[in-house]
């Protein structure tokens, strides 16, 4: 199972789960306020949102300009096992290992994913369960699948579908629980088709679960209330 995504193809996957993260998140967000509109969902951003951005813009910036940034940030196995340097384990999500063009292309991921999941969310549960994706993608990265390498891929990802994780456990409507399988479906495909991404989007799902179980949104949690009283209807 490869941690590469060079093929293209995949990365048109990556941008659908992305997508569909960013549209089930806007949907609710307009569905439970009555005054949400889509400019006041995506600007300005939430102030974690662009914390969460910036810290990795800044480390994936500052690696193209130093290079050697990344032999000290990346994905190394054997020194992780052998060394004891586990900081690569959260740290290789923090920057690219690719050119100009893909950091980009995963700020840009970042930035859509980063307000998507603050919103939902809020702050402080967005931010752990970043955090916590990263680290489990990194762990599998390191001793189930082990790959060199860095980027920001899996943990955005990971991040994008702890959103359809959240969506069954809150009783939500029929067009999130769709989000909700085509985002499992589509991390089944990477998975079969030997891309190890496919994992952190289940990963995601996985966490998105608990959280909803043991901490959910407030205002998701009550509006699940609010619909199995009858209260709601959609």
């Known amino acids: 199972m490869s941690s590469s995504g060079e093929d293209p193809l995949l990365w048109v996957l990556y941008v659908v789960v992305v997508a569909i993260a960013a549209a089930s998140a806007s949907r609710s967000h307009s569905g439970s306020t009555a005054h949400a509109t889509t400019r006041s969902f995506w600007w300005p951003p939430p102030v974690a949102a662009t914390i969460l951005w910036s810290v990795v813009a800044v480390a994936s910036l500052a690696r193209l300009v130093f290079p050697g940034l990344l032999d000290v940030f990346r994905r190394q196995p054997v020194r992780t096992r052998d060394s004891g340097e586990w900081w690569r384990v959260l740290t290789a999500g923090l920057i690219e ?86 985002t499992f479906l589509l991390g089944v495909v990477l998975v079969i088709a030997g891309d190890a991404h496919g994992v952190a989007v289940l990963i995601g799902m996985l966490l998105g679960a608990v959280m909803a179980t043991v901490l959910p949104p407030v205002h998701l949690a009550r509006a699940s209330v609010s619909a199995a009283r009858g209260d709601i209807h959609t």
């Open 97 to 182: 290992d690719g050119g100009v063009l893909l950091t980009v292309v995963n700020l840009l991921l970042l930035a859509v994913v980063a307000i998507a999941i603050v919103r939902v969310w809020g702050w402080y549960r967005a931010l752990g369960l970043f955090v916590v994706g990263q680290v489990l993608w990194g762990l599998f990265t390191t001793f189930v699948f082990p790959s060199d390498g860095a980027g920001t891929t899996g943990a955005t990802l990971a991040a994008a579908a702890t959103l359809a994780g959240l969506w069954p456990v809150v009783g939500a409507t029929r067009p999130l629980l769709v989000a909700s399988a085509a």
